[in-house]
T-cell receptor, first 113, second 116 residues
Framework: DAGITQSPRHKVTETGTPVTLRCHQTENHRYMYWYRQDPGHGLRLIHYSYGVKDTDKGEVSDGYSVSRSKTEDFLLTLESATSSQTSVYFC????????????FGSGTQLSVL | GESVGLHLPTLSVQEGDNSIINCAYSNSASDYFIWYKQESGKGPQFIIDIRSNMDKRQGQRVTVLLNKTVKHLSLQIAATQPGDSAVYFCAESQARSGGGADGLTFGKGTHLIIQP
């Protein structure tokens, strides 16, 4: 998966608890993205980063925050998880020279009970 | 808002036949298009891409056609094999004037089923 590692691969948590998902890349790519995938909605962009400490919101950013303190790591945090955030979360990277292809990680299956 | 969509949610083809998966987009400013394949339990995998200055691009057993007049994109898979069974997504983006991109906007996917 193009040098992208997501952790954990699976997580079950309870409503109201904080959750952090990690994405680690070894490609030294500038751009990193967090998507969620749900039946009937496809892949939707949550947040993205265009450099260290540079992030921006995507289509479905409410309830999520991100941080990027190093080029290789992009963290997604659910401050207080809700059942509607049960989903499969994918991290993606790109070189960011222009509109171009993203490379995806293997995903994290998150269940909020 | 504008979005990318697919004509059919499921496509069933015989092994060895050619497959054609269609995609309509509505954002006339989109200038980059891409197809992904996603197998069960895995992340999307890049298949082929095309920029708006082209109308056709070929890869290994795959061809992408872009018709900007009617805002239509298609993926053709030649001699479909059992390993082609997957969900296929089209996606589009628009380059930002300062470089880089805000990510891809995805369609909802078509499930390609290969029958023996």
């Amino acid at each position: 998966d193009a040098g992208i590692t997501q952790s954990p691969r699976h997580k079950v948590t309870e409503t109201g608890t904080p959750v952090t998902l990690r994405c680690h890349q070894t490609e030294n790519h500038r751009y990193m993205y967090w998507y969620r995938q749900d039946p009937g909605h496809g892949l939707r962009l949550i947040h993205y980063s265009y450099g260290v400490k540079d992030t921006d919101k995507g289509e479905v950013s409410d309830g999520y925050s991100v941080s990027r303190s190093k080029t290789e790591d992009f963290l997604l945090t659910l401050e207080s998880a809700t059942s509607s955030q049960t989903s499969v979360y994918f991290c993606a990277i790109s070189e960011g020279q222009g509109a171009e292809k993203l490379f995806f990680g293997s995903g994290t299956q998150l269940s909020v009970l | 808002g504008e979005s990318v969509g697919l004509h059919l949610p499921t496509l069933s083809v015989q092994e060895g036949d050619n497959s054609i998966i269609n995609c309509a987009y509505s954002n006339s400013a989109s200038d980059y298009f891409i197809w992904y394949k996603q197998e069960s339990g895995k992340g999307p995998q890049f298949i082929i891409d095309i920029r708006s200055n082209m109308d056709k691009r070929q890869g290994q057993r795959v061809t992408v056609l872009l018709n900007k007049t009617v805002k239509h994109l298609s993926l053709q898979i030649a001699a479909t094999q059992p390993g082609d069974s997957a969900v296929y997504f089209c996606a589009e983006s628009q380059a930002r004037s300062g470089g880089g991109a805000d990510g891809l906007t995805f369609g909802k996917g078509t499930h390609l089923i290969i029958q023996p």
